[in-house]
């Protein structure tokens, strides 16, 4: 359904990513946002996913500054290497790239932005920073809570697992006092990266219920 693109980001620097279309007419576009792991078989088909509801969804490949059409499975051998690239991640960089597929899809319509993991953190930043969004989501950003004196320009909902290992409830609650607006959900029992079926951590309930929201959301908020 989809297929490879490249993108050109303000500073001329050119990035990779994955795009894929709906049959018929698309409601909107998406901007998807990797994990760690990049632009891999599981972001390309949330990607397909997406087009099959009837979205043009692009996935940059943000990790393209630093390793060029980096992709990763989730063994504990391949999630080790793949941690390199959120030691020190540059969040200026990563927006600049988001800012540019964001521009790639606006003449489509309204567009959505969607992440998990890092992606997740990332949604929220671009929410709060990017121009030409008109609805974000993350789902398990652990870096959210960093950000969350910074405003979301549009609305945003937000997916977290009540057993993420990497993000305490806490930080959960901290998010919810300083942004009541936001529509953050919890999922009993999950752990990071429920949403994705190629993880150990994968909880169909959840994932299941975390996407209806995520369509039902999107569906409500970006329309002409």
């Given at each position: 359904m989809g297929h490879p693109i490249k993108l050109t980001a303000s500073d001329g620097f050119q990035l990779g990513g994955y795009r894929a279309d709906p049959a018929t007419a698309p409601k909107a576009a998406l901007v998807v946002i990797q994990e760690i792991f990049g632009v891999n078989h599981h972001i390309r088909n949330v990607c397909d996913r997406f087009?099959?509801?009837?979205?043009?969804?692009?996935?940059?490949?943000?990790?393209?500054?630093?390793?060029?059409?980096?992709?990763?499975?989730?063994?504990?051998?391949?999630?080790?290497?793949?941690?390199?690239?959120?030691?020190?991640?540059?969040?200026?960089?990563?927006?600049?790239?988001?800012?540019?597929?964001?521009?790639?899809?606006?003449?489509?319509?309204?567009?959505?932005?969607?992440?998990?993991?890092?992606?997740?953190?990332?949604?929220?930043?671009?929410?709060?920073?990017?121009?030409?969004?008109?609805?974000?989501?993350?789902?398990?950003?652990?870096?959210?809570?960093?950000?969350?004196?910074?405003?979301?320009?549009?609305?945003?909902?937000?997916?977290?697992?009540?057993?993420d290992a990497g993000i305490p409830l806490s930080d959960v609650e901290t998010i919810r006092a300083k942004q009541p607006d936001l529509e953050v959900h919890v999922y009993p029992g999950a752990q990071h990266g429920f949403s994705c079926d190629e993880r150990a951590s994968y909880d169909k309930a959840s994932a299941d219920i975390a996407w209806q929201r995520t369509l039902a959301f999107f569906a409500k908020h970006l329309t002409t």
């Open positions: 087009a099959s509801a009837g979205y043009v969804a692009v996935a940059p490949a943000i990790f393209d500054r630093t390793e060029r059409d980096f992709q990763s499975g989730y063994s504990p051998d391949e999630v080790a290497v793949a941690r390199k690239f959120v030691a020190n991640p540059d969040w200026t960089a990563m927006l600049r790239d988001v800012q540019a597929t964001i521009d790639s899809v606006k003449s489509v319509g309204p567009v959505g932005i969607v992440g998990f993991c890092l992606g997740g953190s990332v949604a929220y930043a671009a929410a709060t920073k990017l121009t030409g969004l008109s609805a974000a989501i993350g789902y398990y950003g652990g870096a959210i809570v960093r950000f969350a004196d910074d405003n979301p320009g549009v609305p945003m909902m937000l997916h977290f697992g009540e057993k």
